[in-house]
């Protein structure tokens, strides 16, 4: 069983709109919970990173949180738009980094 | 992103042969991955290295081998054993940089078996 299970598979929603995007994770303690962005084709890129203490970080547009009490994290993305569409994949670092499978998101006009 | 490079970005190869893709970085992280990525799927963790001249399997290591003999590189060869190895592969570092942690990917390698 993954130990980083991301909803939903995927989302679609229209430009300007917010999403929640959510990642439930088994691994506790670990060192740090990242939110990548892949663009097709790309490497991903950080949009944030928390540690176990922390419960929420931005960046910009997106917003992430971390109860480490259910073990849910969440990004928040607010006014979303075209270039938003993309995987994001949520990351628990122990040992060595767990994915999540990740959401693909389409933002459409 | 970061300081990591994988080469090349394409790469075709014949049915039984071997073919290694390669992982530097500049970084000075001690901790270096690979991962393969199947169309319309998440990551799968093949092999990583926490230290030089250590590394320990993944999920999916059958068919693949690695080598760390510097900090700054981590190969990895798709041996004739994979059954399927076609995919986009993805390499990343990781470590502490002035206190704080951090963890950079490669552009990847898209695998092509023809």
């Known amino acids: 069983k993954n130990q980083v299970e991301q909803s939903p598979q995927s989302l679609i929603i229209l430009e300007g709109k917010n999403c929640t995007l959510q990642?439930?994770?088994?691994?506790?303690?670990?060192?740090?919970l990242r939110w990548y962005k892949q663009d097709t084709g790309r490497g991903p890129v950080s949009l944030t990173i928390?540690?176990?203490?922390?419960n929420t970080k931005s960046n910009g547009r997106y917003t992430a949180t971390l109860d480490a009490d259910t073990k849910q994290s969440s990004l928040h993305i607010t006014a979303s738009q075209l270039s938003d569409s993309a995987s994001y994949i949520c990351?628990?670092?122990?040992?060595?980094?767990?994915f999540g499978a990740g959401t693909r998101l389409t933002v459409k006009p | 992103d970061g300081g990591i490079t994988q080469s090349p970005k394409y790469l075709f190869r014949k049915e039984g042969q071997n073919v290694t893709l390669s992982c530097e970085q500049n970084?000075?992280?001690?901790?270096m991955y690979w991962y393969r990525q199947d169309p319309g799927q998440g990551l799968r963790l093949i092999y990583y290295?926490?230290?030089?001249?250590?590394?320990q399997k993944g999920d999916i290591a059958e068919g693949y081998s690695v080598s760390r003999e510097k900090k700054e590189s981590f190969p990895l060869t798709v041996t004739s054993a994979q059954k399927n190895p076609t995919a986009f592969y993805l390499c990343?570092?990781?470590?502490?940089?002035?206190?704080?942690?951090?963890?950079?990917f490669g552009q990847g390698t898209r695998l092509t078996v023809v």
């Open positions: 290295s926490q230290i030089v001249n250590d590394f």
């Open positions: 990343a570092s990781g470590g502490v940089n002035r206190g704080n942690t951090e963890a950079f």
């Open positions: 990642c439930n994770y088994t691994v506790s303690p670990f060192s740090n």
């Open positions: 928390m540690t176990f203490s922390e």
């Open positions: 970084l000075n992280h001690d901790a």
């Open positions: 990351v628990v670092t122990v040992n060595d980094m767990r």
